[in-house]
């Protein structure tokens, strides 16, 4: 038999085509009431023509369906007979699963013209539009995630870009380890899986799903899905019904209540990894009631890769900063340091900021007279790399100073060797640029004597310290601009200014004030700092939390250090001083002054290792020394003895042998005190000893107040 024919009957054909067609076709009158519907579209709508004929549009749908848009779209080709596209998001009411629609609609009309129907066609475009969805979800994640360093911040990232698009519910949980920046070990598959919640977000106000709050931990037992996709490597798909899922939601009772009366439609564990290292797991659950398909899958695991790789990165990040700031945080000062020349309070607080950790330093470094050396750096840069050539230049200072070198010299001796840690010898440096390294800083030293009540600082291209003196008047102490260290070739000049007991210094590095005001106008921070600083308070502790209040924003873009210091004096109940003449036979003399002097302090049990002292050290200033010649005893915390003479040659140990008559008095000097030592001066040198006293004699000197006799 023949193929048919159908040149006599033309409107069967159409009928059939009608009937027949692959995608869903209806026709409405100008009431938009139904008149056809082809077999797709009943399919669709999920009733028979027969029941839906007769029936206004949107007659058959249900009431969480949108069909506004449509039955506008109607209602305009019918008034205007105007064809018209128009495109929907939304589920088949016979379905459950949301679709895209491309709805074309066009007018009918009659012999005479009039519209007397409107045509719709339905086509499902839902591949195309969720092909589209998933790319645009992926472009939005390489924007979105990873905007910052934070792990915290990178997690919940990735948990709003899923919420609500593609779950109703998201977490992110990571690895203790990871929290810390370190590598996570690698455990046995059947263990029991430690995780802390990172990031979670829900289609609900408040986050109902979430069993813990941000920041918790919690054991996922390798039977649940968390700890399946953790241990595989794959990512995992389940849901109510699922019988390790089940055991696993009942298994935590605040978890069964927590979902009580919620149907998992569908939840996927996918796991975070990057570079061969597994970080932790993201959850994605769905209580909608299409249920997550292989396509969803996919693009979990792609968003999934995506976000471990901005974890992962924000994990070395936190690795280097916490490695930094324990770095940093060993090699500045702690504690108090035992000085009696100045009362201190100091603060430093690192940046916050994607540069990482700085390079600011500063320092308290007691000095042979009672005197006190003040320090305040600032490294060039940031990271670990900044922190380490910090602690290498406070090193080299606090050498430098041990040696009591003033500070001039101090800065000169620290030029250098900023120079050598920089590569910037000439024979290395750049003959085209100029350029003698790559690693720079700035100093400010400072040296305060108690007992001449006189300040004696330089600085290395860094901020001069603001003083304040007891009545209230702020000055910036006038220091000859000295160049950044690393320059070299250029000398660094000091500055003396006496200053009355009791008036207070300010160091600082520039991080401080050039964060103060809209501008970071450093001369306006200081300006801001001599105001704070003009209002003295009692305590030092609450001055500085006031100075970094007030000039700080919430978010420093650089580390600030700080020094306060309180200038005390010691006067002449506290020093005496004896000029000698170079003559062996005044060293006696020397003797029973120093005994009738400890005798009026109350010191009497020092007598006989002080005058052992004064003996060998008046001595040696008269056989190897210059006129003039001068004992100095100072009675602060420890007992200081002191000789100076105009030579500049230095004594040293040396083990004397048997028969030797001598050699062996500077020896037993250094056996019999706490400390000893050498400083130069441009017009000789003084010997230096310190002898521990009595705790209770201590306590009394420390408790007397300046100028106070003990």
């Known amino acids: 038999m023949g193929p048919a024919r159908w040149d006599d009957d033309e409107g069967a054909l159409v009928e059939h085509a009608f009937r027949q067609a692959s995608f869903s076709m209806s026709v409405f009158d100008t009431e938009q009431r139904y008149v056809r519907l082809n077999d797709v579209a009943c399919e669709v709508m999920g009733l028979g023509e027969d029941v839906l004929r007769g029936?206004?549009?949107?007659?058959?749908?249900?009431?969480?369906?949108?069909?506004?848009?449509?039955?506008?779209?109607?209602?305009?080709?019918?008034?205007?007979?105007?064809?018209?596209?128009?495109?929907?998001?939304?589920?088949?009411?016979?379905?459950?699963?949301?679709?895209?629609?491309?709805?074309?609609?066009?007018?009918?009309?009659?012999?005479?013209?009039?519209?007397?129907?409107?045509?719709?066609?339905?086509f499902d475009s839902s591949e195309q539009h969720w092909a589209r969805q998933r790319l645009a979800v992926l472009d939005e994640a390489a924007v979105r995630i990873g905007m910052s360093l934070d792990l915290g911040r990178t997690a919940q990232e990735l948990a709003e870009l899923v919420v609500p698009r593609f779950a109703d519910f998201a977490s992110v949980d990571l690895l203790e380890a990871v929290m810390h920046g370190e590598e996570p070990a690698t455990g046995p598959l059947d263990a029991t899986v430690v995780l802390r919640?990172?990031?979670?977000?829900?289609?609900?106000?408040?986050?109902?799903?979430?069993?813990?709050?941000?920041?918790?931990?919690?054991?996922?037992?390798?039977?649940?899905?968390?700890?399946?996709?953790?241990?595989?490597?794959?990512?995992?798909?389940?849901?109510?019904?699922?019988?390790?899922?089940?055991?696993?939601?009942?298994?935590?009772?605040?978890?069964?209540?927590?979902?009580?009366?919620?149907?998992?439609?569908?939840?996927?564990?996918?796991?975070?990894?990057?570079?061969?290292?597994?970080?932790?797991?993201?959850?994605?659950?769905?209580?909608?009631?299409?249920?997550?398909?292989?396509?969803?899958?996919?693009?979990?695991?792609?968003?999934?890769?995506?976000?471990?790789?901005?974890?992962?990165?924000?994990?070395?990040?936190?690795?280097?900063?916490?490695?930094?700031?324990?770095?940093?945080?060993?090699?500045?000062?702690?504690?108090?340091?035992?000085?009696?020349?100045?009362?201190?309070?100091?603060?430093?607080?690192?940046?916050?900021?994607?540069?990482?950790?700085?390079?600011?330093?500063?320092?308290?470094?007691?000095?042979?007279g009672a005197r006190v050396g003040l320090v305040v750096g600032d490294v060039v840069g940031h990271g670990i790399q900044a922190s380490a050539t910090m602690g290498r230049l406070r090193t080299a200072v606090q050498t430098l100073a041990d040696v009591d070198l003033p500070p001039d010299e101090l800065l000169a001796h620290l030029d250098d060797l900023v120079l050598r840690l920089g590569g910037g010898d000439e024979d290395d440096a750049d003959s085209d640029t100029g350029e003698t390294g790559e690693t720079g800083a700035t100093c400010l030293y400072a040296v305060y004597d108690p007992v001449s009540r006189t300040l004696a600082a330089a600085s290395a291209g860094h901020p001069p310290p603001v003083v304040v003196l007891p009545d209230g008047t702020t000055e910036v102490l006038q220091l000859s601009a000295g160049p950044v260290l690393g320059v070299g070739g250029l000398p660094f000049e000091a500055t003396e200014r006496v200053l009355p007991e009791g008036s207070?210094?300010?160091?600082?590095?520039?991080?401080?004030?050039?964060?103060?005001?809209?501008?970071?106008?450093?001369?306006?921070?200081?300006t801001r700092l001599r105001q704070v600083l003009a209002d003295q308070e009692a305590s030092l502790e609450s001055c500085c939390d006031r100075v970094l209040t007030t000039l700080l924003p919430e978010d420093p873009r650089d580390d600030v250090a700080l020094v306060l210091a309180r200038t005390r004096a010691l006067d002449a109940d506290h020093v005496r001083v004896w000029d000698l003449p170079s003559d062996v036979t005044v060293v006696a003399d020397a003797r029973r002054l120093a005994a009738e002097q400890l005798d009026a302090?109350?010191?009497?049990?020092?007598?006989?290792?002080?005058?052992?002292?004064?003996?060998?050290?008046?001595?040696?200033?008269?056989?190897?020394?210059?006129?003039?010649?001068?004992?100095?005893l100072i009675y602060d915390r420890t007992l200081i003895c002191e000789v100076s003479d105009g030579s500049s040659t230095s004594p040293h140990l040396r083990r004397a042998r048997i028969f030797d008559e001598g050699g062996r008095g500077l020896l037993l000097v250094a056996q019999l005190t706490t400390r000893w030592g050498t400083r130069h001066a441009a017009n000789g040198k003084t010997i230096w000893t310190e002898q521990a006293l009595e705790p209770g004699t201590a306590a009394l000197v420390e408790a007397s107040e300046p100028g106070t006799a003990p």
Request: overall charge negative; glycine content about 10%.
């Open 601 to 632: 302090w109350g010191l009497v049990e020092a007598g006989f290792v002080t005058e052992l002292v004064v003996s060998e050290l008046v001595t040696n200033a008269i056989r190897y020394g210059a006129d003039p010649i001068q004992l100095r």
């Open 55 to 122: 029936h206004p549009f949107p007659y058959g749908l249900p009431e969480d369906v949108d069909q506004l848009g449509t039955l506008r779209a109607l209602r305009d080709v019918a008034a205007t007979g105007k064809a018209t596209h128009y495109e929907s998001f939304t589920r088949a009411p016979s379905g459950i699963r949301e679709h895209a629609w491309n709805l074309e609609l066009w007018p009918i009309r009659d012999a005479s013209g009039e519209v007397c129907a409107v045509g719709m066609a339905g």
């Open 197 to 368: 919640r990172a990031a979670h977000m829900s289609t609900q106000q408040g986050t109902p799903e979430a069993v813990i709050g941000l920041g918790a931990t919690d054991a996922y037992p390798p039977y649940s899905p968390a700890a399946r996709a953790l241990h595989s490597g794959q990512a995992v798909l389940s849901g109510s019904g699922d019988p390790d899922f089940d055991r696993w939601i009942a298994g935590v009772p605040a978890r069964a209540e927590k979902l009580r009366g919620v149907v998992v439609t569908s939840l996927m564990a996918v796991p975070l990894m990057a570079r061969g290292t597994t970080l932790g797991v993201a959850v994605l659950l769905r209580s909608r009631p299409d249920a997550f398909n292989q396509d969803d899958f996919l693009l979990a695991r792609e968003l999934a890769s995506r976000a471990a790789v901005c974890v992962d990165n924000a994990r070395r990040y936190t690795r280097e900063r916490i490695t930094a700031l324990a770095l940093q945080k060993s090699l500045l000062p702690h504690g108090p340091t035992r000085q009696s020349a100045a009362d201190v309070a100091c603060r430093y607080l690192p940046a916050d900021s994607r540069a990482g950790i700085g390079g600011d330093w500063f320092d308290i470094i007691p000095l042979s």
């Open 504 to 526: 207070l210094i300010a160091l600082f590095s520039d991080g401080l004030v050039e964060s103060y005001g809209a501008g970071h106008d450093p001369d306006l921070g200081i």
